[in-house]
């Protein structure tokens, strides 16, 4: 089966610009996660989607990121305006459901803020 | 909030050579996995510990959860360059609110 698609790979931008990224997990995965994984630490959750639902979003800083999951599928994360501190690659991961312990991973966007 | 801390932070180990890799958390452990990341790329998973004393082998790599399931160590036996990466404890806090620990980088010297 395919695996966590996520795009794009990398980005560049400026502080205060804004930058999206899209995710597109298993096929038939209910739960969808994004973290956020900063230089040298463990990846952080900024949001957890159940369906087109979201489970939690405590960790998301709300006031400039957010977050959608369209019909259940695939997901949208943004950032506006972006900060320098916001630099860090963005993973997505799913499960077949919120129960399931073993998530898949994508290979992130790696985000440079200027 | 729950935190886990893993140790060593980094390591660097000739090839062949075993290895070890803790993760302590602060509170009790419902369920600890083991994810290895490769420099770039996502993470993969590769066990799940839930109960106290309970010990898992994948390969040549075996995590192991401690009896007051507040800790848990991976060994690597006979360590090879392919197990090089970042290794990566998590857990669920609580109704599946999973976090990770700040993970242990490995490079295995050829």
């Known amino acids: 089966e395919a695996g966590v698609a996520q795009s794009p790979r990398y980005k560049i931008i400026e502080k205060r610009q804004s930058v999206a990224f899209w995710c597109n997990p298993i096929?038939?995965?209910?739960?969808l996660y994004w973290y956020q994984q900063i230089l040298g630490q463990g990846p952080k959750l900024l949001i957890q989607f159940q369906n087109n639902g979201v489970v939690d979003d405590s960790q998301l800083p709300k006031d400039r990121f957010s977050a959608e999951r369209l019909k259940g599928v695939d997901s949208t994360l943004k950032i506006q305006p972006a900060k320098l501190e916001d630099s860090a690659v963005y993973l997505c991961?799913?499960?077949?459901?919120?129960?399931?312990?073993?998530?898949?991973f994508g290979p992130g966007t790696r985000l440079t803020v200027t | 909030s729950q935190e886990l801390e893993q140790s060593p932070q980094s390591l660097i180990v000739q090839e062949g050579k075993n290895l070890t890799i803790n993760c302590t958390s602060s509170k009790t452990l419902y369920g600890l996995y083991w994810y290895k990341q490769k420099y770039g790329e996502g993470l993969i998973f590769l066990m799940m510990l839930q109960k106290g004393g309970e010990e898992k082998s994948h390969e040549k790599i075996t995590a192991k959860l401690d009896e007051k399931k507040q800790q848990s160590s991976l060994h690597i036996t006979a360590s090879q360059p392919s197990h090089a990466g970042i290794y990566l404890c998590g857990a669920d806090s609580g109704t599946y609110k999973y976090i990770f620990g700040t993970g242990t980088r490995l490079k295995v010297l050829a």
């Open positions: 991961a799913s499960t077949r459901d919120v129960a399931f312990y073993e998530q898949y």
């Open positions: 096929s038939g995965h209910a739960t």
